[in-house]
């Protein structure tokens, strides 16, 4: 018999991720959730009883792990490669963004009130990175094709990975592309996108757990605003009528109002957190 328990090990591991001053945000947002993903996966359990005793082998590998977390400031979810959005489990790595979007909220209740769901056929999500958008929206849309955009092809592997642990291959189409370049002729009820939004002074004073993201899925230019540009410019002409943009550009919110203060954008609330999620209609970006 291991000499702590389950519960034990996540209480240490807990102590040492609060004293490192480890900083949360990719997928949880304390010590303690932090604490027990890192523990179950060393341990190789989902889930465990907790007062249930570890062997002195587990308790090594779990400590190990945690000792990598706070020495290498490498986010944990990319030690542990898994990771939920909108109640679906993904595999991630440092080749994508850590999916945290607070589009999940939105897409769970099928961008409602904002679109009739049953006449949802197409949907374009731009810079997938791990496809979480993707195939949550396919989930949401179950009548629905996707299509699923990146411009780096080490991203399009982790998606398509993703995509086949679903079974979502003839409904989710991945496709390398720069924005809109490889959609010509298509044309959706649904675009949306988390796309790189992170301005230069910002990424400069990031904490070392985002340096470990890739950087082309953060940068955006000197005010954050080099991808919604193309976005806000080229959507209209790639949306059916009545259809939806629905955009995140987290911290670069004001400088999107400042930039477009003509443009009648809707900004989300979540009950769950997050922000600077905007809404515009085709019809609205045409004018």
Same mark, same amino acid.
């Given at each position: 018999?291991?000499?702590?328990?389950?519960?034990?090990?996540?209480?240490?591991?807990? #102590?040492?991720? $609060?004293?490192?001053?480890?900083?949360?945000?990719?997928?949880?947002?304390?010590?303690?959730?932090?604490?027990?993903?890192?523990?179950?996966?060393?341990?190789?359990?989902?889930?465990?009883?907790?007062?249930?005793? *570890?062997?002195?082998?587990?308790?090594?590998?779990?400590?190990?792990?945690?000792?990598?977390?706070?020495?290498?400031?490498?986010?944990? *979810?990319?030690?542990?490669?898994?990771?939920?959005?909108?109640?679906?489990?993904?595999? *991630?790595?440092?080749?994508? +963004?850590?999916?945290?979007?607070? &589009?999940?909220?939105?897409?769970?209740?099928?961008?409602?009130?904002?679109?009739?769901?049953? $006449?949802?056929?197409?949907?374009?999500?731009?810079?997938?990175?791990?496809? =979480?958008?993707?195939?949550? =929206?396919?989930?949401?849309?179950? $009548?629905? $094709?996707?299509?699923?955009?990146?411009?780096?092809?080490?991203?399009?592997?982790?998606?398509?990975?993703?995509?086949?642990?679903?079974?979502?291959?003839?409904?989710? /189409?991945?496709?390398?592309?720069?924005?809109?370049?490889?959609?010509?002729?298509? /044309?959706?009820?649904?675009?949306?996108?988390?796309?790189?939004?992170?301005?230069?002074?910002?990424? #400069?004073?990031?904490?070392?757990?985002?340096?470990?993201?890739? /950087?082309?899925?953060?940068?955006?230019?000197?005010?954050?605003?080099?991808?919604?540009?193309?976005?806000?410019?080229?959507?209209?002409?790639? &949306?059916?009528?009545?259809?939806?943009?629905?955009?995140?550009?987290?911290?670069?919110?004001?400088? *999107?109002? #400042?930039?477009?203060?003509?443009?009648? &954008?809707?900004? +989300?609330?979540?009950? #769950?957190?997050?922000?600077?999620?905007?809404?515009?209609? /085709?019809?609205?970006?045409?004018?």
């Amino acid at each position: 018999m291991g000499r702590r328990s389950v519960g034990e090990l996540i209480e240490r591991a807990a #102590r040492r991720l $609060r004293r490192a001053r480890v900083v949360f945000g990719h997928g949880t947002d304390n010590a303690d959730d932090e604490a027990a993903s890192l523990v179950m996966h060393a341990l190789g359990r989902p889930r465990a009883n907790m007062s249930a005793r *570890v062997s002195l082998a587990a308790e090594a590998r779990a400590d190990a792990l945690v000792s990598q977390r706070i020495a290498q400031r490498i986010p944990a *979810v990319y030690l542990t490669h898994q990771t939920w959005f909108a109640g679906i489990p993904l595999y *991630v790595d440092q080749r994508v +963004l850590v999916p945290r979007s607070a &589009l999940a909220e939105i897409i769970e209740r099928g961008f409602s009130p904002w679109i009739d769901a049953a $006449r949802v056929r197409r949907v374009l999500d731009i810079g997938t990175g791990s496809a =979480c958008i993707a195939i949550a =929206c396919a989930f949401a849309f179950p $009548r629905a $094709r996707v299509d699923a955009t990146d411009i780096s092809k080490e991203a399009l592997e982790v998606a398509r990975i993703n995509v086949r642990r679903h079974r979502l291959q003839l409904r989710v /189409r991945l496709l390398e592309s720069d924005h809109f370049n490889a959609l010509d002729g298509e /044309r959706y009820d649904i675009i949306v996108s988390n796309p790189p939004y992170v301005g230069a002074r910002e990424l #400069r004073s990031l904490p070392p757990e985002y340096r470990h993201e890739p /950087r082309v899925a953060l940068a955006a230019g000197g005010a954050g605003l080099d991808s919604v540009r193309v976005i806000l410019r080229e959507a209209a002409q790639y &949306l059916r009528p009545r259809g939806l943009l629905v955009v995140e550009v987290g911290n670069t919110e004001i400088a *999107v109002r #400042r930039a477009y203060p003509r443009l009648p &954008l809707v900004w +989300l609330d979540f009950e #769950r957190g997050g922000g600077g999620v905007f809404l515009l209609t /085709r019809e609205q970006l045409q004018q």
